[in-house]
Nanobody, 121 residues
């Protein structure tokens, strides 16, 4: 069984920073590509970024230059550093694993419970 767990959300003022963490566990599971998605109220879940086992990273245009992905393979942990946050970044942020190089959430099988990020203006 694969378990994905996010942490680190909270309330921050516009222009501030937050760092989200995601840990993946599973006895025989190899968390090669790790992804972050977000879902704002009334909107569909959208792609934020993903990072491969070797550190190759892809970001959505909306976060490029402000968000940074990193990972520690030994700990099966991924971090999402979010800087210069904007009110439109407010959403529940989800970590996902088991997917391929696709931005559709439907192609990712394993999800965490999500962590709320709220950016006040």
């Amino acid at each position: 069984q694969v378990q994905v767990a996010e942490s680190g959300g909270g309330l921050v003022q516009a222009g501030g920073s937050l760092r989200l963490s995601c840990a993946v566990s599973g006895r025989t599971f190899f968390p090669g590509l790790m992804g972050w998605f977000r879902q704002a109220p009334g909107k569909e879940r959208e792609f934020v970024g993903f990072i491969s086992w070797t550190g190759s990273i892809t970001y959505s245009d909306s976060v490029k230059g402000r968000f940074t992905l990193s990972r520690d393979n030994a700990k099966n942990t991924v971090w999402l550093q979010m800087n210069s946050l904007k009110p439109e970044d407010t959403a529940v942020y989800y970590c996902a694993s088991g997917g391929g190089y696709v931005v559709s959430p439907k192609e990712w099988p394993y999800w965490g419970q999500g962590t709320q990020v709220t950016v006040s203006s």
